[in-house]
């Protein structure tokens, strides 16, 4: 029997799946995994993003303006994410956040745009999804500020201790491609050390991907290697984990999921 998995952040809408979409998640369905959450980036990527999930009943959309592209962001989008949030109804907001890795992207304005955008996610009730590079501390700090419904830390590289502060928030950690690589020491005792019910999988596709797709285009059909990591790493059984981490996607995000076929 097939253990079934949630992607809990894909971005199937990136023209690195054009030429063959139905096909990578014929190929991902097959291998086991039974929901896609896509995630926006920026405003003229909308559109696209709640289209894909409008195709099937096992893609949700989120929408958001992603800090890698602050530059291409201006301050009319909040206006439209407002209309977007309240006419297409997105899971989530995402992916926001900070990223204090890459020194070219302006830190002010990143903050302007996740600080407006978490008081959005606020008023309409929405979790968010998280991208956060170097940035832990001050994310901790700006959730209390401006307080959301939690939501998932994608790609989480932070300490345990970061990792519990942000559970007490109502969030869960995203573990992608990254954990399948052995040179991954800190990151692999991260994911022993935490509460099943906090741990999310994710591909990121079509970037971030895992040590046996490494220079190539990652896929959300490779998600069962991240699932074969964990189950090396914890006393769980691998059912056990694929159960408890697509139950934690579902409840973050309220999914009414669809019958296995």
Request: charged fraction near 25%.
């Amino acid at each position: 029997m097939t253990d079934f998995i949630i992607d809990s952040h894909c971005h199937l809408d990136m023209p690195a799946f054009d030429e063959d979409r139905q096909a990578v998640l014929k190929k991902a369905r097959q291998a086991g995994v039974r929901g896609f959450i896509v995630p926006g980036t920026t405003a003229a990527r909308w559109p696209r993003v709640m289209d894909i999930a409008r195709s099937a009943v096992d893609i949700w959309g989120a929408l958001g303006l992603h800090p890698y592209y602050v530059d291409e962001h201006c301050e009319t989008d909040l206006e439209r994410l407002t209309e977007q949030v309240r006419h297409t109804q997105p899971i989530a907001l995402g992916e926001i956040g900070l990223d204090l890795f890459l020194p070219q992207l302006d830190e002010k304005k990143q903050l302007f745009y996740l600080e407006s955008q978490l008081d959005l996610a606020r008023e309409f009730e929405l979790p968010v999804i998280l991208h956060i590079r170097k940035a832990n501390d001050t994310v901790l700090q700006l959730l209390k500020i401006h307080p959301v419904k939690g939501g998932i830390c994608h790609a989480f590289s932070g300490s345990l201790q970061q990792a519990r502060k942000f559970i007490e928030l109502g969030f869960c950690l995203g573990f992608g491609g990254m954990l399948t690589f052995t040179r991954s020491r800190k990151l692999r005792q991260l994911a022993t050390e935490l509460p099943l019910d906090a741990i999310v999988l994710e591909t990121d596709a079509p970037d971030m991907s895992g040590e046996k797709h490494r220079y190539q285009r990652n896929s959300p059909e490779y998600l069962p290697e991240v699932l074969d990591v964990l189950q090396e790493l914890r006393p769980e059984s691998r059912s056990e984990i694929a159960l408890q981490t697509s139950q934690n996607v579902q409840r973050l995000f309220k999914l009414d999921m669809p019958d296995p076929e």
